[in-house]
């Protein structure tokens, strides 16, 4: 037991992750907003139409709802109508000028109550006034009251628009290409002993995490697939530079089993595969943490700009299971590479054995 203590925190790890990742609800959000173009200097009413919420029950009038123009000035709705369970009407009395120097532009809205806390859409609501006069339109804006946000003490993963419950992904896509890396990294280590001291265990060894970290990245292109379809439409797209160089990664490592196969010389087939191992890590780093985030027009996450493991991605609930993840991940990932070695050794054994 005191040997398998790591594989025991594997499992543990990953029960946690899953588990977590299943059963732990979004935050309310705003799905989107009907109409959402208006022109300033007039009354309107538009509905909010919103996710994970129930506004008929436990909520008592508590809603507000306002447009943030900046961080300085806010419009508050007249009033919050609740039209059902998932939909809110907004009445707002839009003044004619705005303190802004668009003429037209996307503001955020904010809805909050006691029950669901605060919940935010960004580029929620087009507004268009007639003319820019900045001075005419801070001296004259309304006198509102500023009301206290509320957030209930409710554990839940973050709400992002387009993601919506694929953000569950975040624990198998991303944490499976981070063992991949821990896994061919290992491989790394076992090819740069060989050299230094050819034993063919070292060998053994670094072929089997080599197969378990391509198993990864096979399984990382896959739940990325899925995770494209439902964000961007498409299984996969060429012209996103990510998925081009981890499918170029994959190849690279798919050639190293091609150039085991080729060499008979067992002694030249672990020599070569070695020295070939270190090259290939280091062009697969390249290639998955640099190549891309020179990239500019990269819908990834991480990379052309888009945020990456920062606030607009991962909140502390969702950093409490991904970084678990990772761990766990690697850790099954290097307790399949023992498997896949000590299955190696044994199927040598039979084949000396038969011979």
């Known amino acids: 037991m005191k040997n398998h203590w790591w594989k025991i925190l594997a499992v543990l790890l990953l029960l946690y992750a899953i588990i977590m990742g299943l059963f732990v609800p979004l935050k309310s959000g705003i799905l989107g907003l009907t109409p959402r173009e208006f022109k300033t200097d007039q009354k309107i009413t538009t509905h909010v139409k919103t996710y994970n919420t129930d506004f008929t029950k436990g909520v008592d009038g508590s809603s507000i709802a306002y447009i943030k123009i900046n961080d300085k000035f806010k419009l508050y709705a007249d009033l919050v109508k609740v039209v059902d369970k998932n939909t ?44 820019l006069n900045l001075d005419a339109a801070i001296s004259n804006w309304p006198k509102q009251i500023e009301k206290q946000l509320l957030f209930p003490d409710e554990l839940n993963f973050p709400f992002r628009p387009i993601l919506y419950e694929s953000i569950r992904n975040t624990f198998y896509h991303v944490p499976l290409w981070f063992g991949m890396v821990f896994l061919l990294f290992g491989s790394v280590i076992y090819s ?38 439902g964000t961007w439409g498409t299984w996969w797209t060429f012209e996103e530079i990510k998925l081009n160089v981890s499918a170029v990664a994959m190849l690279i490592y798919i ?70 993840a990772i761990i766990g991940w690697a850790l099954l990932g290097f307790w399949l590479g023992q498997l896949h070695y000590r299955y190696s050794i044994l199927a040598e054994r039979l084949n000396d054995e038969f011979e």
């Not at 002694?267 to 070939?276: C, I, L, N």
């Not at 991480?302 to 606030?311: D, I, K, L, V």
């Open 255 to 324: 050639a190293y089993f091609i150039l085991r196969s080729a060499l008979v010389d067992e002694e030249q087939r672990a020599r070569v595969s070695a020295v070939y191992s270190i090259f290939a890590f280091v062009a697969v780093v390249l290639l998955l943490f640099v190549v891309p985030r020179i990239a500019t027009n990269s819908l990834h996450p991480g990379n052309g700009g888009n945020p990456g493991f920062g606030g607009e991605d991962l909140d502390n609930t969702l950093r409490m299971v991904f970084y678990p």
């Open 192 to 229: 740069i002993k060989y050299l230094r001291k050819p034993n063919h265990n070292f060998d053994y060894r670094a072929k089997s995490l080599t197969s378990i970290a391509v198993l990864y990245g096979m399984l990382g292109c896959v739940t990325g697939a899925i995770w494209a379809k």
């Open 88 to 131: 809110l009407a907004l009445d707002f009395t839009l003044p004619a000028l705005l303190p802004s120097i668009q003429k037209k532009w996307p503001y955020t809205i904010v809805v909050n109550d006691k029950k669901h806390g605060a919940f935010v859409r960004p580029d929620a609501i087009v507004l268009e006034q007639a003319a």
